[in-house]
């Protein structure tokens, strides 16, 4: 069956520091891989998504950004954190072809920027 | 522009009563539909989907929904409520057009069940 890892849980980070969070799907192959930032508990903005291995598309234009560097594997960055940048992360998986596109979504990540 | 919306920001219901969360779409072409439930401080699990065919779908834990095209709505139903139901959900609509990204998510209901 196919698992999805999200570390860390939680982070506490001041502003102005860098960020990786990272992401790793296991039980599947060549999947499309998303980040979503969820804030005060509610909606969920996609950020990017990505298709393949070093193919990313970013949906909003931000302070973040990602990387694949491996089939299975889905890095958010930053160089510089902002206040606005905490909330709660989560990480994404679907199969690229032949499924019907339900998402399956990793634990989360709570950040909060200080 | 494609939208989801979900209009009510909480229900509450008594244990053992039934349940309805509403989710209304406006989406071109035959979309595929999905319902998502959210615990605190954890990921979302997929509960259901409509694709095509039986307007009725079956999921986990006891949800189903209904499809009805004329309306453009997929209401989340449980014939009898659990405490244990309480929780966060969410709609979401993959647009045919979208490949298999780019869901549009409704802001999501939150459900009280009350013992």
């Known amino acids: 069956s196919q698992t999805i890892h999200q570390w860390p849980a939680t982070l506490v980070q001041p502003v102005g520091s860098p960020l990786s969070l990272e992401c790793t799907v296991e039980?599947?192959?060549?999947?499309?891989l998303y980040w979503y930032r969820q804030a005060a508990g509610r909606g969920l903005q996609l950020l990017f998504y990505s298709v393949g291995i070093g193919q990313i598309s970013s949906e909003v234009p931000q302070n973040l950004s990602a990387s694949r560097p491996q089939d299975r594997q889905f890095i958010l960055s930053s160089k510089k954190l902002l206040l606005s940048d905490s909330g709660f992360y989560l990480c994404?998986?679907?199969?690229?072809?032949?499924?019907?596109?339900?998402?399956?979504f990793g634990p989360g990540t709570r950040l909060t920027v200080t | 522009a494609q939208s989801v919306a979900q209009p009510e920001d909480q229900v509450n219901v008594a244990e053992g009563n039934p349940l309805t969360v509403k989710c209304t779409y406006s989406?071109?072409?035959?979309?595929?539909l999905f319902w998502y439930v959210q615990y605190p401080n954890r990921g979302l699990q997929f509960l259901l989907k409509y694709i095509t065919g039986d307007n009725l779908v079956k999921g986990s834990y006891g949800f189903e929904a209904e499809f009805n095209k004329s309306q453009t709505s997929f209401h989340l139903k449980k014939p009898s409520a659990l405490v244990s139901d309480s929780a966060l959900y969410f709609c979401?609509?993959?647009?045919?057009?979208?490949?298999?990204?780019?869901?549009?998510f409704g802001t999501g209901t939150r459900l009280k069940v009350l013992a």
């Open positions: 989406v071109s072409g035959n979309p595929y």
């Open positions: 994404a998986w679907s199969v690229r072809r032949g499924g019907s596109g339900e998402q399956y």
């Open positions: 039980g599947t192959s060549n999947p499309n």
């Open positions: 979401a609509v993959r647009p045919p057009t979208s490949g298999t990204y780019k869901y549009i």
